[in-house]
């Protein structure tokens, strides 16, 4: 039986093994207890009355959102470092405060983004495929060559904390390193990165990793335009869906512009382009950038201090404003 007592909270995913117990002495937890989102019919009666909203990515909240919750709510912690979900100016007429998980989970993406570049690079989504299909094979000096890392230039979009983190990687590789954000970072953060406008990294990385956040100015923002803008042979990584437009990276794919591009997360999941999919050298992976145990609780527990925090009277730890 639900203590009524207890501040009301909505968690709109199965979290984490581990996770939801904090929550429970001290709230009365409604959990939409499914790896998959809620509908939004369900979402909105869901909400109605809670004082805190645990959500994900795949959960718009948004003035119909907040008007359902009524004027209880007090904070939505979102699941995630991106907040492109949360109409955070309708949050903020509302009073009602937003948090985000950021942080945490940088290791286990920048590792993901590496990841999905060597894959990429070294042709093993192709070769693993050929194994499986049973289709006959045989060594050859001209067989699935891929490009080397090496000394090659690589060119970060979004020097952020992951993208400073698949800077710091690339020291191994002996890669030179530029970078374009909104602002350059002060000198001792760019542990020798190289700030150029966005045009001339692109100009000169052939590797290039995109790794900022989703917005109004970052949507598309690397079209058909800017890819072209990159040396001929040029892998793509994208770690954030929206900012490469997905339709064009599979265009720059089929002309030959691009020798392979990798992504691990899109514009409009679970949806795939199928201009992507039918791309051989095309890296695709299931929004898995965070998906590690250990980053996973991280991001359930500090989503579970901030609306805990919140609750209590007190400011959430990682506040988006």
Known sequence: ?????????????????????????SCAVTLHDDDLPMP?????KAVQGKAAAVTTLDDV?????????GPGLRIVANHAVGTHNVDLAACAER?????????VLTAATADMAWALLLAATRRLGEGERLLRSGRPWAWAPNFLLGLELAGTPLGILGMGRIGRAVARRAAAFDMP???HNRSRLPAAEEDGARWLPLDELLAQSQVLVVACPLSAATRHLVDADRLARLPRGA????????VVDEEALAAALDSGHLFAAAVDNFEREPQVPAALLAQERAVLAPHLGSATVRTRQAMGSLA??????????????????
């Open 177 to 179: 390193v530029g970078y």
């Open 304 to 321: 579970v201090d901030n609306v805990l925090a919140v609750l209590s009277g007190e400011e959430p730890l990682t506040p988006v404003r």
């Open 61 to 69: 909240v948004d003035g119909e959102f907040l008007d359902a919750a």
């Open 40 to 44: 939004r019919p369900e979402l909105l």
């Open 95 to 103: 009073g009602v405060l937003v948090s985000n998980t950021p942080g």
């Open 235 to 242: 892998v793509v990584v994208s770690m954030t869906a929206g």
């Open 1 to 25: 039986m639900t203590d009524t007592t207890l501040p009301p909270v909505l968690v709109t995913r199965r979290l984490a093994p581990g996770v939801l117990e904090r929550l429970a002495p």
